[in-house]
Structure formats: structure tokens, C-alpha cells
């Protein structure tokens, strides 16, 4: 299968990187299961001690894979964590990279590939690197929002880079996010120096918009945007952010504003339908 051959390789690189010893790959294959476990061997395998790679989500560092089903999650003590959904399509190159918002996880996103209902689609779901009540937090948002911003937008554009010169190209790929995760999906496009199929922001806002102008990539704007946002938001009030987008605007770039009679949140069908057209316009599907 694609996503089991390519997505091992993928990580084969970061997995020889590690150095201190040689790692074994098991695959047991049922129909369409399998179950991948890496071996290190300074310590004793899946243990949750010291080093090594453990199944599932036992274990912590510095890395493992496993893959259930048609899904493969890998994880890496140098990167993000990730859960990867292969497309119904063979060998299809085309991918969404989906980021939850504040004190929510990869487990709050994992409905994503069936509502889409897009047989050609890959899927990315991505964990922000603090720990947050229970979840994950991109950046610190009660004090200097700045570091933590600029820390994860490193991070992000590290796997973008990894995924784009091993399996997924840029150009076919769809970066969403939810809050948080919509900030970050703003810092993409406007920052990561190549062009994506498109951004989907829902219910978040611009970092420090008044300076996009100047630090923006010189292919921002040629990135499509889609926001999306509730009028009776009141975490991240829809005033301010329309007034933003109207802002980014001006500055050229190409941004599909919808609004939703929704609080902070993701107004179910009505919204997905929006943006799965939005994807399938992106993708001429």
C-alpha cells in the first residue's frame, strides 16, 4: 500500500538519525491492518523507559510508528506528533494537514476524513507540542503569545518541509485549523515560502497583522485562503476579525470570507460542506 511503503521511508531517515544503535521493522498484515513496531536496541522494546520505539501509544521517546487500519500515525521526539489517514484513491499525493485549537488534541479531529467525504484525500491530523489541561496548546496565550508562535511555526514548517521532499508535494496540499490552529494555518500561508493548494482558518485570527505586509513570502499572494468565522463568538469576537480579513485584504491576498450564525466552534454540516467545496475547488475535483 502507499501510505504504509511510503510513509515508513518517510521517517527512515529521522529513524537512522537518531544514531546509538539499529532498529528492526515488524509488519504483521491482515487485509488492510497492519502493525508496524521499531526496535531500538539500547533498551529493552516497548518498555516505557528509557530509550526505544513502542506499539501505539505506548511509549514516549524518541520515536515510534504504528500503523491500524488504513491509518498510519507517527511520532518523533524531534517533530510533532501526527496521526496520517491514506486516501480510498491509490497512490493519490494530495493531503490535508488539520491543527485542533486550545486544550484539544489529534483525538478531537479524528471525525475530519469521513465527514469530508473525499476518496482522493490524504489526511495529516497534527498535535501543537505543549501540553495544555489534558490537551495542547500552540503558544502561550496569556502572556507573550510571540516565542511560542514563532517556536511552533518552526515546528510546522519543518514537517511541511519533510512531507514536501518525501511524499506530499506542497502545491496538493490543504493546511487547516481551528482557533490556535487557525492562527498557525495564517502563519503558513502567509510565511512558508511555497505555495499550497489552499488554507482553511476557522474561528481564529491574524498574529500581529499590522506587520504581515512586510515580513509576508513572496508567493502569500498567490496562496487561497478560506476563513470562516461565527458572529457570536465570543472567545475571538467576529468584529475584530472581520475588520483583520478586510485588512489582509488590501494587502492583495486572495481570501474567501464566510460567516456562520455560530459560537466558537465548527458549525457542523453547513460549515464542513463549505469547506469541502473549498477543497475540491483547490484540487479542480
Given at each position: 500500500?502507499?501510505?504504509?511503503?511510503?510513509m515508513?521511508h518517510?521517517?527512515?531517515?529521522?529513524?537512522?538519525s537518531?544514531g546509538?544503535g539499529?532498529?528492526a521493522l515488524?509488519c504483521?498484515?491482515?487485509?488492510?491492518?497492519?502493525?508496524v513496531?521499531?526496535?531500538?536496541?539500547?533498551s529493552?522494546?516497548c518498555?516505557?523507559?528509557g530509550?526505544g520505539?513502542?506499539?501505539?501509544?505506548?511509549?514516549?521517546?524518541?520515536?515510534?510508528a504504528v500503523a491500524v487500519r488504513?491509518?498510519?500515525?507517527f511520532?518523533?521526539?524531534r517533530m510533532l506528533?501526527?496521526?496520517?489517514?491514506?486516501?480510498e484513491?491509490k497512490?493519490?499525493?494530495?493531503l490535508?494537514l488539520?491543527m485542533?485549537g486550545?486544550?484539544?488534541s489529534?483525538?478531537?479531529?479524528?471525525w475530519?476524513?469521513?465527514?469530508?467525504?473525499l476518496?482522493?484525500?490524504?489526511?495529516i491530523l497534527v498535535?501543537a507540542p505543549?501540553?495544555?489541561?489534558g490537551g495542547y496548546?500552540w503558544y502561550?496565550?496569556s502572556?507573550?503569545?510571540?516565542?511560542?508562535?514563532?517556536?511552533?511555526r518552526k515546528?510546522?514548517f519543518?514537517?511541511?518541509?519533510?512531507?514536501r521532499?518525501?511524499a506530499?508535494?506542497?502545491?496538493?496540499?490543504?493546511?487547516?485549523?481551528f482557533?490556535q490552529g487557525?492562527l498557525?494555518?495564517?502563519e503558513?500561508?502567509?510565511?512558508?515560502p511555497h505555495r499550497?493548494?489552499?488554507?482553511?482558518g476557522?474561528?481564529g485570527y491574524v498574529?500581529?497583522?499590522?506587520?504581515?505586509a512586510k515580513?509576508?513570502?513572496p508567493?502569500?499572494?498567490e496562496q487561497?485562503?478560506?476563513?470562516?468565522?461565527?458572529?457570536?463568538?465570543?472567545?475571538?469576537?467576529f468584529?475584530?476579525v472581520?475588520k483583520q480579513?478586510?485588512?489582509?485584504?488590501?494587502?492583495?491576498?486572495q481570501?474567501e470570507?464566510?460567516e456562520?450564525?455560530k459560537?466558537?466552534?465548527i458549525?457542523?454540516?453547513?460549515?464542513?460542506n463549505?469547506?469541502?467545496e473549498f477543497?475540491?475547488?483547490?484540487?479542480?475535483r
Amino acid at each position: 500500500m502507499f501510505a504504509f511503503a511510503d510513509m515508513v521511508h518517510l521517517f527512515s531517515d529521522e529513524f537512522a538519525s537518531l544514531g546509538g544503535g539499529s532498529f528492526a521493522l515488524a509488519c504483521i498484515s491482515s487485509g488492510s491492518c497492519y502493525c508496524v513496531l521499531l526496535r531500538h536496541n539500547q533498551s529493552s522494546p516497548c518498555s516505557n523507559k528509557g530509550h526505544g520505539w513502542h506499539l501505539a501509544n505506548g511509549g514516549n521517546h524518541p520515536a515510534f510508528a504504528v500503523a491500524v487500519r488504513r491509518g498510519i500515525g507517527f511520532f518523533s521526539g524531534r517533530m510533532l506528533k501526527t496521526e496520517f489517514y491514506q486516501a480510498e484513491e491509490k497512490d493519490s499525493r494530495r493531503l490535508m494537514l488539520v491543527m485542533h485549537g486550545l486544550g484539544d488534541s489529534i483525538e478531537g479531529y479524528r471525525w475530519v476524513p469521513a465527514m469530508m467525504r473525499l476518496p482522493w484525500l490524504n489526511y495529516i491530523l497534527v498535535n501543537a507540542p505543549d501540553p495544555y489541561f489534558g490537551g495542547y496548546s500552540w503558544y502561550d496565550f496569556s502572556g507573550d503569545a510571540g516565542p511560542g508562535i514563532a517556536r511552533s511555526r518552526k515546528m510546522l514548517f519543518e514537517l511541511l518541509d519533510l512531507l514536501r521532499e518525501k511524499a506530499f508535494p506542497t502545491e496538493q496540499t490543504i493546511v487547516c485549523g481551528f482557533s490556535q490552529g487557525c492562527l498557525m494555518t495564517w502563519e503558513g500561508g502567509l510565511y512558508y515560502p511555497h505555495r499550497f493548494a489552499g488554507l482553511v482558518g476557522i474561528s481564529g485570527y491574524v498574529f500581529q497583522h499590522e506587520q504581515v505586509a512586510k515580513r509576508m513570502s513572496p508567493v502569500a499572494k498567490e496562496q487561497k485562503f478560506l476563513i470562516t468565522h461565527g458572529t457570536f463568538d465570543q472567545l475571538v469576537p467576529f468584529e475584530d476579525v472581520r475588520k483583520q480579513v478586510q485588512f489582509m485584504k488590501q494587502l492583495g491576498l486572495q481570501i474567501e470570507w464566510r460567516e456562520f450564525q455560530k459560537a466558537h466552534t465548527i458549525a457542523g454540516d453547513e460549515e464542513v460542506n463549505v469547506i469541502r467545496e473549498f477543497i475540491q475547488k483547490c484540487n479542480n475535483r
